[in-house]
């Protein structure tokens, strides 16, 4: 029996490529709050939001990871739908 669309078991969120991006140029989560010129809470909160990230925040990742701000939103966007495809499961 062959199973259509199967589920993931696992997604992972925007915080899992962030820390990939952070480890992969060896910076610090501090390093990343200065660039990004937010506090932890704030950084916290946009993580924690089930709204999707804004454009403003994806065009900062963009630039400081060399990757494009559509990039990041749909990492978010995908993961977001996961979650609430995976809650009805």
């Known amino acids: ?7 993931p078991k696992i997604k992972f969120g925007i915080d ?13 989560n501090d390093l990343l709050l200065e660039e990004l ?14 709204e999707p ?3 403003e925040f994806a ?10 701000a559509k990039y ?3 990492i978010d966007r995908n993961y977001k739908k996961w979650l609430t495809i995976s809650a009805n499961f």
């Open 1 to 7: 029996m062959k199973l259509e669309n199967p589920m």
């Open 16 to 28: 899992y490529f962030i820390q990939e991006q952070l480890n992969m140029q060896n910076w610090t």
């Open 37 to 50: 010129d937010l506090s932890k809470e704030e950084f916290d909160k946009v993580l924690e939001s089930k």
């Open 53 to 55: 990230i804004t454009e």
């Open 59 to 68: 065009n900062k990742l963009s630039m400081l990871f060399s990757t494009s």
């Open 72 to 74: 990041w939103i749909n």
